[in-house]
């Protein structure tokens, strides 16, 4: 579970908030999407959901551990996919692997059968004693997202997951999404993919200049607006003057929202 309050963030040198005043609660067990234009700020409150970025206001909690003032004990239970993949080039496949799960604590038996299985799922298995600098885009995506669950984390957190995954790919990690949501595992991932956000996801926030202008389950917001989930973020996210609109929006989805 995650208990978002009160947070902001501003970045230096800038005058407006990068985020301003989210709250949020995610249940476990959910799938929860965060959708939005570039810029918006889906990556800032990710980063700081796991702690990368430290809080300017409010605080975040993680499973009841706050990101802020039990900062290891909230992080030991997240595993994170970036949207970038800063990880060690000179190492292998195998060996990154093994060190992310010493850093979990996460057993040498239990790793091991954990890699084989996850390996073998995204067929690297000709591939992960090569070194990491010789993978493609691709192939250090998957790698990233094994070693996000090699210590089977509460929660899981994933920016645009799906970059540079190829079909088989992005439908494994589809069905691992699931599979994690069943297990009990809170998934919060965000993406530019409008479809895999209405195929998985159980409730969803847009998010426009650093505020959430709406926020529910998909099926509700559809039906407060009588359009396409594609028609609703292109309306909200949009500089027309269309302001009156998006807030008989929000607020509609605040009223579904105090029901759930």
């Known amino acids: 579970m995650i208990k978002i309050e009160n947070v902001s963030k501003t970045y230096l040198g800038k005058q407006e908030k990068a985020l301003a005043d989210i709250n949020l609660t995610i249940n476990k067990g959910e799938v929860f999407g965060l959708v939005g234009p570039n810029g918006a700020g889906k990556s800032t409150l990710i980063k700081l ?20 003032s039990e900062t290891v004990t909230a992080k030991m239970s997240i595993g994170f996919v970036s949207d970038n ?17 010493n850093i979990y604590e996460v057993s040498s038996e239990v790793a091991k059968a954990e890699i084989e299985r996850l390996v073998e799922l995204f067929e690297l298995q000709n591939a992960i004693n090569d070194s990491i600098s010789s993978y493609s ?14 210590h089977s984390p509460k929660v ?10 190829d079909p088989k790919g992005t439908y494994n990690l589809k069905q691992i999404i699931k599979r994690e949501s069943e297990k009990g595992t809170t998934v919060v991932f965000s993406s ?13 926030a847009i998010i426009d200049k650093g505020k959430v202008v709406a926020m529910g389950k998909i099926d509700d917001i559809k039906a407060n607006s009588n359009e396409n989930l594609e028609s609703i973020f292109l309306s909200i996210t ?10 008989e ?3 509609s989805n605040k009223k579904v929202n105090a029901n759930e």
Request: charged share 25%; with cysteine; proline share 1%.
């Open 238 to 247: 949009s500089n027309k003057d269309n302001q009156n609109e998006n807030q």
């Open 156 to 165: 899981w957190v994933l920016d645009e997951p799906l970059t540079g995954l």
């Open 49 to 68: 959901i796991v702690g990368m970025l430290n809080l300017d206001e409010g605080d975040i909690k993680v499973n009841g551990h706050s990101i802020k």
């Open 137 to 150: 885009h691709g192939m250090r995506q998957k790698i990233c997202i094994i070693a996000s669950l090699l």
């Open 85 to 101: 993949h800063s990880i060690y080039d000179k190492l292998s496949g195998m060996e990154f692997l093994l060190f992310v799960a």
């Open 192 to 204: 530019h993919l409008l479809e895999m956000v209405e195929k998985l996801c159980d409730r969803i």
């Open 249 to 251: 929006l929000t607020e």
